[in-house]
């Protein structure tokens, strides 16, 4: 109970643009078992038959991604039969959760090797699904369209236009230069096509974006509002997935830690101020594992909206120059269930480069949920 938990190999695969990018023809269970399958090479003497479970976020797990993905994406990747499979939705917190709840499986002494991560196909199963039927007990204000939310919020923040585009051009900077310098090279697992292709860049990087360009846009939820295209996170297909253990294993089968999962919060607010939750959870997490906020060398925040982000960040302040760093997902998209497992490989990679101590990983969800968690890495 008291072993540490940690991370002993991460990889993603490359988010393609939904839904005309290199995936559309891929299905997310075939997506996710590639992503399972580079992440084990990267631990290839591994015997996988020590493996218990695959836990997979998703947050709209019906049509092709339905019938537990996470089990069919184990059976595909070719792993044991025995390994079983989970898949949890905590809409765009999912592969943060995923990751969480295979630290405590494991802690508690269910597992003692877990898969987790999360997957999405944006392309093949449109956001909110194909049968949503909501509950119509609850104030229409709770099935408010996201867009639309924003909007509210960003107005009952103040967040202006400008300081939206500006946020996104900083994001597609930052995503830029580090795919230009080859910063994602070593977190993407390449991604073999039926037709031979191999997918192995982000395709929603705009190296050309300007703010003059981000100005010309349109704002589709309220005219003259704050959100555009260029401001607010692409849809995407993409899967991500991390291998979690106790220390005590990692040393006795010669596996190096990247990281200990340190801990994990989750916060609510109302519904329609969705974006802000980050706000509620980031505390909470900062006093649950009485680490301080000065203390978080590299942080992965969702770029859901960037309205949303900004308006977040004047409830509880971030210092930007730590965060996101090489972007975030208005520049490399949101594969929704896989975006927290994304982050996490993001944020692992780069404390390796800068020999980080501390690093955070935090995104609001649907329904007025967020989400963060905590992670150290070695010396």
């Known amino acids: ?26 299905r997310p269970d075939d997506l996710a078992a590639a992503v399972l399958r580079g992440v084990l090479e990267r631990v290839p003497n591994l ?36 390994v079983a499979g989970l898949t949890l939705n905590r809409f765009c917190a999912s592969g943060l959760e995923a990751i969480a709840t295979a630290a405590a499986k494991i802690a508690a002494g269910q597992a003692s090797f877990i898969l987790a991560g999360g997957v999405e196909s944006m392309t093949r199963v449109p956001f909110m699904g194909e049968t949503l039927r909501t509950n ?19 107005d009952e923040e103040n967040i202006t236009r400008a300081q939206a585009d500006a946020f996104a051009l ?6 830029a230069a580090a795919q230009a310098t080859g910063k994602f090279d070593s977190e993407i697992i390449p991604i073999t096509l039926p037709d031979g292709t191999i997918v192995s ?11 003059e360009g981000l100005g010309n846009l349109k704002t589709p939820f309220l005219e003259g509002g704050v959100i555009t295209a260029g401001n607010a996170s ?9 291998l979690l253990t106790t220390a005590t294993l990692a040393a006795h089968y010669g596996l190096t830690p990247l990281a200990r999962f340190v801990g994990y ?26 680490i301080t906020l000065d203390q978080i060398d590299l942080i992965e925040f969702n770029e859901a909206f960037a309205a949303q982000a900004l308006a977040s960040q004047n409830h509880f302040p971030l210092d930007w120059d730590r965060v996101n760093v090489n972007g975030g997902a208005i520049a490399l998209g949101h594969p929704l269930g896989a975006t927290g497992a ?22 609001c969800a649907a329904l007025g949920m967020g989400a963060a968690g905590l992670f150290e890495f070695p010396d």
């Open 265 to 290: 919060a989750t916060a609510a607010v109302d519904p329609v101020h969705f974006g802000i939750a980050p706000a509620s959870a980031i505390p909470k997490l900062l006093t649950r594992t009485s």
């Open 234 to 242: 692409q849809r995407s297909d993409g899967a991500a997935a991390v």
């Open 342 to 363: 994304r982050q996490t490989v993001t944020l692992l990679h780069e404390a390796q480069r800068r020999g980080a101590r501390y690093g955070m990983v935090t995104m």
């Open 170 to 175: 900083r994001s597609q900077q930052r995503a």
């Open 201 to 211: 860049r982000d395709e929603g990087i705009r190296a050309e974006t300007t703010l």
């Open 136 to 154: 119509e007990s609850l104030p229409a204000e709770t099935w408010l369209g996201m867009g639309d939310s924003v909007e509210r919020v960003a």
């Open 47 to 82: 015997d996988l038959q020590l493996i218990d479970d695959v836990i997979l976020g998703c947050a709209m797990p019906e049509l092709e991604q339905g019938m537990d993905v996470a089990r069919v994406a184990a059976l595909r990747a070719g792993l044991p039969q025995s």
């Open 1 to 26: 109970m008291n072993d540490a938990i940690v991370i002993v190999a991460a990889g993603r695969s490359a988010l393609a643009r939904s839904p005309k990018g290199s995936f559309k023809e891929l």
